[in-house]
């Protein structure tokens, strides 16, 4: 990964902070247009709580366009590089076939359940620790579930600002 300061991301254009900055929320780059119009950011830290702030203000048509631009954990399907690293790095890669089955079903049951895929930031998680959350949270109710997948969301984009921006 590319590693920035904070001035430099400070004083980009518009185009290149989208560019540079925008990945981090998964096909989501309106968020980090929106961002743009707040510099300068005193720190990253500040940029990210601008960039969530951002996403908790939206409509939640927005939001779920959001959740919907994520994944399904360990998809067969083409994946953002910063997706397939992530998932790799916790073994989603090397799945079974029955590893792989149950996680499909499980995939499935929670779409039908909530209209987006399951969302979990994986880093420091196993494939294990993946199967247990998955199958208390398909029990959640809609606002439960929309909620926890926002911050989960939260996490994977402040894992990503973290390697981008020093």
């Known amino acids: ?53 951002i996403v908790q203000q939206a409509d939640a048509s927005s ?25 790799a790095g916790v073994g989603l890669d090397k799945l079974s076939k029955e590893e792989y089955d149950e996680l499909s079903s499980l995939n499935q ?3 039908e359940a909530f209209s987006f895929p ?10 294990e620790s993946i199967l247990s959350a998955m199958k208390e949270r398909v029990h959640h109710t809609y606002e439960e579930e929309c909620a926890k997948a926002l911050q989960e969301v939260y996490k994977i984009a402040t894992f990503r600002l973290n390697e981008t921006i020093r």
């Open 1 to 53: 990964m590319i590693e920035l300061g904070i001035e430099q991301v400070n004083q980009m254009n518009k185009e290149e902070f989208v560019r540079k900055v925008g990945w981090v929320f998964e096909h989501s780059p309106w968020i980090a247009e929106k961002a743009w119009e707040s510099r300068p950011f005193p720190s990253r830290e500040a940029l990210m709580q601008t960039m969530i702030t």
């Open 63 to 87: 939001q779920l366009q959001l959740l919907r631009a994520h994944p399904d954990l360990g998809t067969r399907l083409k994946l953002t590089s910063a997706s397939q690293k992530e998932q």
């Open 109 to 111: 049951r929670y779409v």
């Open 118 to 127: 399951f969302i979990m930031a994986v880093k420091g998680q196993s494939k």
